[in-house]
């Protein structure tokens, strides 16, 4: 079982990012996905869930209207995206993916997935 994040980087205030997270080893069509991230000296915070089919998202209110958070289901390997668009500073972090099981729906809460990737480093210079 593997989640791995990437596309992580270092951009300027009100850039772009596209973050990436494959997802395999599992059924993970069948799982909720989501975007955590984690602020030096901060705890870990919820960022943005999808539904199994995409047809449902979900956003921290520091993001929506910034970020897009999609999902490919069409291959063996499933593929997580969260477009961040008008970056700011404390956009600032190490962002995870993370999947949760079927059967789990609350999407806020990390203790509610069961995988995670390693982590991608976004920094947002002002």
């Known amino acids: 079982v593997q989640l791995q994040a990437s596309g992580g980087g270092l951009v300027q205030a009100g850039g772009s990012l596209r973050l990436s997270c494959a997802a395999s080893g599992r059924s993970f069509s069948k799982y909720g996905l989501g975007w955590f991230r984690q602020a030096p000296g901060k705890e870990r915070e919820f960022v943005a869930a999808?539904?199994?089919?995409?047809?449902?998202?979900?956003?921290a209110d520091s993001v929506k209207g910034r970020f897009t958070i999609s999902r490919d289901n069409t291959k063996p390997t499933v593929y997580m995206y969260l477009q961040m668009n008008s970056l700011k500073p404390e956009d600032t972090a190490v962002y995870y993916c993370a999947a949760r099981s079927p059967h789990k729906q609350r999407f806020l809460d990390e203790y509610e997935y069961d995988y995670w990737g390693q982590g991608t480093l976004v920094t947002v210079s002002s």
């Open positions: 999808i539904s199994r089919d995409g047809g449902s998202t979900f956003y």
